[in-house]
């Protein structure tokens, strides 16, 4: 009898410390995933949401990725790496606004941009200037006030945009709306001509 109950005593000390040690069972915890996305909307100071805005991912192991509102403001990456990143938002009339973050996949980015000055500018001849990168929509004047004929030669960016040969009469004056980006601004061949730039939104 004592050979069996020492043989019960040692089973249940081997299943005692084989077993279960009292705590609550352990989940594996799965890794983070590589991919993820980026939502997020771009706004107006004013409080209206801004279609077609673009966003751009500037640095990083995402970076180059570019993308666009839709017509309630939102955007959308997919297929991201998970990683830091700065991210820009512009959108016509508006300056430019930039924020870092951890692209992580639960993370949404917002903007809200301010409304910039409408943007002009007039002169005389030949000149170069720096025009913002907010301008979407640009009218151009020009007139020649000699006589004869003068050439009126713009260029915005890398872009030519007017390429006219202005007359006393009747072509004295060239006046168009023309679609840009900004950048640097060329006045060439063009000594005698007054001009105006006007942003239109």
Known sequence: MKCALSFVIVLASL??????????????TSPAPTVVSLT????SSSGNRLASATVTILDGSNAGRSTTTNANGDYRFDSLSRSNGNVAARAGGHLDASR????????????????APLFSASGQGNTVFDMPTYVRRLQIRGVWNGTGTSNFIVRIGSNL??????RDMPNQTYQGVHSTTGGTTEITNSSAISWTFTEVR
Do not use: H, K, R, Y
């Open 161 to 166: 945009v007017v390429n006219e040969i202005l």
């Open 15 to 28: 299943v005692s410390a084989c077993g279960d040690d009292g705590g609550s069972p352990t989940t594996p």
């Open 40 to 43: 997020g909307s771009v706004s």
């Open 100 to 115: 870092g973050l951890f692209i992580d996949g639960t993370t949404p980015l917002n903007f809200t941009l301010q409304a």
